[in-house]
């Protein structure tokens, strides 16, 4: 798939494009992209610039959007550099200057709650009654009676309930970041981790154990603040690869949440923590064993 920023958008007629912000791309969004060539989407997060106190905490990094966007067969992701002079853009000319423009676009996928323009002012009836090319508006996709958004997935995040979000993503849930030094608390324990600070501008899973892929490999994965030692730390995500041995020091680290094995506990002994650590691991062994490849796309 061809990546290109809107200046340097190639001048081709007949575009399908399907238009939103697409965080997470969920299950809804996937809907509102298949069939088209081309997705136009914007960085940063529209909300950052006219409303920054509001800015939601991310479900995805631009890559892991565009990995996924990819992976739906698009050939083409365009992506607006969203700043305060675009967000002053008025509708009308966001429809003359770009969609018709820049795109030439011959049809336009948006979902029934796409807005644009300066202030909002442009929506789904304004493109519907523009005759230079075909409106296609999807309703709001509901499972089990309940919306799929991302603000939805990213409650269900917080809350632990990895499965449920990662039903409604199409997806594991995925947190990446470079390898930390830590305390090498884990590998006096015997179960030696990779550390991840967790970035503020991300969604991440409460706190408690999971079963994760990491790069591919089996890793049992405990985000919060270690109750059992008091270590002065803030919260860190730290990652026990299983049948791992290799420094990862300095490296990016995937974390593809695949389910929850229970909430952050405190121990009053290291020798009951070691324990439970050998039945977090032994769990995650069989949850990743029998993970499909869909799920781990």
């Given at each position: 798939?061809?990546?290109?920023?809107?200046?340097?958008?190639?001048?081709?007629d007949?575009?399908?494009?399907?238009?939103?912000?697409?965080d997470?791309?969920?299950?809804?969004?996937?809907?509102?992209?298949?069939?088209?060539?081309?997705?136009?989407?914007?960085?940063?997060?529209?909300?950052?610039?006219?409303?920054?106190?509001?800015?939601p905490?991310?479900?995805?990094?631009?890559?892991?959007?565009?990995?996924?966007?990819a992976?739906?067969?698009?050939?083409?992701?365009?992506?607006i550099?969203f700043?305060?002079?675009?967000?002053?853009?008025?509708?009308?000319?966001?429809?003359?200057?770009?969609?018709v423009?820049?795109?030439?676009?011959?049809?336009?996928?948006i979902?029934?709650?796409?807005?644009?323009?300066?202030?909002?002012?442009?929506?789904?009836?304004?493109?519907?009654?523009?005759?230079?090319?075909?409106?296609?508006?999807?309703?709001?996709?509901?499972v089990?009676?309940?919306?799929?958004s991302?603000?939805?997935?990213?409650?269900?995040?917080l809350?632990g309930?990895?499965?449920?979000?990662?039903?409604?993503?199409?997806?594991?849930?995925?947190?990446?970041?470079?390898?930390?030094?830590?305390?090498?608390?884990?590998?006096?324990?015997?179960?030696?981790?990779?550390?991840?600070?967790?970035?503020?501008?991300?969604?991440?899973?409460?706190?408690?154990?999971?079963?994760?892929?990491?790069?591919?490999?089996?890793?049992a994965?405990?985000?919060g603040?270690?109750?059992?030692?008091?270590?002065?730390?803030?919260?860190?995500?730290?990652?026990h690869?299983?049948?791992?041995?290799?420094?990862?020091?300095?490296?990016l680290?995937?974390?593809?949440?695949?389910?929850?094995?229970?909430?952050?506990?405190?121990?009053?002994?290291?020798?009951?923590?070691i324990?439970?650590?050998?039945?977090?691991?032994?769990r995650?062994r069989?949850?990743?064993?029998?993970?499909?490849?869909?799920?781990?796309?």
């Open positions: 798939m061809k990546v290109t920023h809107l200046p340097d958008v190639e001048q081709r007949g575009r399908s494009v399907a238009v939103g912000t697409f997470g791309v969920h299950l809804g969004h996937r809907r509102v992209i298949e069939g088209s060539d081309s997705v136009l989407t914007f960085d940063p997060h529209p909300v950052s610039v006219v409303a920054p106190q509001h800015t905490k991310l479900l995805t990094t631009f890559a892991r959007k565009t990995e996924l966007i992976s739906l067969g698009v050939q083409e992701l365009i992506v550099p700043d305060a002079a675009f967000a002053s853009l008025t509708a009308d000319r966001f429809v003359q200057e770009v969609l423009g820049a795109l030439a676009a011959k049809e336009v996928s979902g029934e709650n796409f807005r644009f323009g300066h202030r909002a002012q442009g929506d789904p009836g304004m493109l519907l009654a523009d005759e230079r090319f075909a409106t296609v508006v999807h309703p709001l996709l509901e089990d009676g309940e919306i799929v991302s603000s939805h997935i990213r409650g269900l995040v809350a309930d990895i499965a449920e979000a990662n039903r409604l993503l199409g997806a594991p849930f995925q947190v990446c970041g470079e390898v930390t030094h830590g305390d090498e608390r884990g590998r006096a324990l015997g179960f030696p981790t990779a550390n991840l600070v967790p970035d503020e501008a991300f969604a991440r899973p409460g706190h408690g154990v999971y079963a994760c892929l990491a790069n591919g490999h089996a890793a994965v405990s985000i603040v270690r109750p059992t030692f008091q270590t002065g730390r803030g919260e860190l995500i730290e990652a690869l299983l049948d791992f041995d290799g420094d990862l020091y300095g490296r680290l995937r974390l593809d949440f695949l389910a929850r094995l229970r909430g952050e506990r405190r121990f009053d002994r290291p020798e009951l923590l324990e439970q650590m050998r039945d977090d691991v032994e995650t069989q949850i990743v064993s029998t993970a499909s490849v869909a799920e781990v796309k």
